[in-house]
Structures are given as C-alpha cells and as structure tokens.
C-alpha cells in the first residue's frame, strides 16, 4: 500500500469519527450546529471527508500507479464522489431533524378514556386501571365513588394527577 493511499484512508477514517461524534453527541459539544443554516453541517463534513477518503484510496490503487496524474486522477475521483455524498448526508440529517412527530401525550388525554380495573378500586381507596394513551398501555390508579370489581370496564372522568385517575365503571361495549 502506497503513501497516498494511506493518506486517502486517514481521511476517510476521520469522516467516519466526524460522522460518530455528530451522531453520539455533536449537539452536546456543539460542532456543526444544526440551526446554523449553511451547508457546513457535522454530518456533510463528515460525509464529504468519508466519501472523499475512500473514494480516493480505491482509485489510486486501482491505478497502481505513483506517478503525480494518478494521484490527481485519485483525488478527483474522490471529490466526485464527495459532493454528492455531503449533500445527501446534509438533506438526511435535516429530514431527520425536522421529521413531525405526533404530540406527547399528557394527563389531559387521560379523560374521556375507556379502560379495565386490573386491581380492585375499594370503596374510600385507590385500585389500579388500565387504558390505552397514545396506542399504548398505560396502568395508573384509579379512585371512584363506589367500588369497582376486577376486570370492569371503566370510564376516565377526571386526571388529579399524571398517575391517578377518576373513573365510572360502564357496561361493556358488544
């Protein structure tokens, strides 16, 4: 392996640390900020000296050659295809970043839920419900007016809290 090629390896090599510290905590060391509006992203650098790198080492050994044309040759091969991975690592790292997501749930979604008694709500007590808030399980406990047996199907009437919940028991749905 030649000198040139050891030199295209260790600049792909950086792209691929600039690549994991943009992915494991480039927001928490700041580098590359992601509101900085330009091209100049971590993830595009990274990209750029990855593609770059690699690119370049696989041309100059197909070449063979150490003469000062192959290494340009390997040198802009390595830019050609620097340039587009940059923008598609610069185009994918802000897709993910401004991706929508769905809201958080909150306890004001808890009222209005249906849901089963998995522990028995005694009569001045708390018991334990299970419902459903945002697609997933959620058991929390439960109070109501009078007691409700295991497995009745309640009704959410009121959140007091982020864990406790106000429930009517319903008759179940057919």
């Known amino acids: 392996m030649s000198g040139v090629t050891l030199a295209f390896l260790v600049i ?57 044309g192959s290494v340009l040759a390997s040198t802009a091969a390595g830019a050609a295809a620097a340039v587009p991975t940059a923008y598609l690592a610069l185009r994918l790292a802000r897709a993910a970043r401004n991706m929508r997501t769905d809201a958080t749930p909150a306890r004001a979604h808890l009222v209005g839920t249906l849901g089963v008694v998995v522990t028995p709500i005694p009569n001045q007590g708390y018991g334990e419900v299970r419902v459903q808030l945002g697609g997933q399980p959620v058991k929390l406990n439960a109070r109501a007016d009078r007691p409700i047996p295991y497995g009745a199907q309640v009704f959410v009437v009121e959140a007091p809290s982020d864990t406790s919940v106000v429930v009517e028991e319903t008759t179940p749905l057919r």
Do not use: K, N, R
């Open 12 to 68: 792909g090599g950086l792209g691929v640390v600039l690549l994991t510290a943009a992915l494991l905590g480039g927001e928490i060391l700041h580098l590359g900020h992601p509101d900085a509006g330009g091209p100049w992203s971590l993830e595009a650098i990274a990209g750029f000296a990855g593609a770059f790198g690699f690119g370049g080492a696989i041309v100059h050994e197909l070449l063979g050659a150490g003469t000062p």
